[in-house]
């Protein structure tokens, strides 16, 4: 009897140290500049002037298509954008954007992924954008500081072209912590005015 009470113990021993070592080795902390949560991901606030200094690219443009593909095991979406003016660089007529998240139908299941506020790109959508070449998809961009670097062009209240941006779905950290991103619009001629303004200092 005692031999098996001895057995069961060191059994327990084992699957306890066991679980300790997997729960260690599974919480390992994920890289520091993009954290993912449940329902928002926390990414370093940037500035305008940020921005304007990180960006390869900085344009206006229309979005035209997207598509979906693999990059290793993770789903992105490819962007067609048709530019109209470029402030930085020099992308072309046409750039493509790469998003994180896609969906593959060409499976009997289709898959799809997703990331709490990473940045949408609408067919028909005119946007100001903050773009830095991409590592994995040669001659794509990726929109500098996650969303951040995403603003829709709309007609202001005073009719007047503004930009609209929506980080709700960010966490942002700065040098005062954490906070929750939010939404905003302003004229798009300030927007413009701001990024000139960096570029010839």
Known sequence: MKKLTLAVS???VIALLASVRWSS???DAPPADVLQ??????????????????ADVIA???????????????????????VTESLKGTPGDTLTVVVPG???????????MTYPGAPRLTPGESMFLFLNADTEVGGG?????????????????????????DLTKLSLKDNNGVRRGTANMTPLASLKAQVNGHLNK
């Open 10 to 12: 060191i059994a327990i």
């Open 25 to 27: 080795t599974a919480t």
């Open 37 to 54: 949560g449940t329902d928002s991901t926390l990414a370093v606030a940037l500035s305008i002037g940020d921005m304007t200094d990180q």
């Open 60 to 82: 206006i443009g229309n979005a035209v298509e997207t598509r979906s593909m693999w990059v290793d095991r993770s789903l992105v979406t490819l962007v067609t954008v048709a």
């Open 102 to 112: 896609g969906v593959d139908t060409n499976r009997k299941v289709p898959v799809a």
């Open 141 to 165: 961009y990726n929109v500098t500081g996650f969303s951040q670097g995403k603003f829709s062009i709309v007609e202001g209240d005073d009719g007047q072209p503004a930009v609209t941006r």
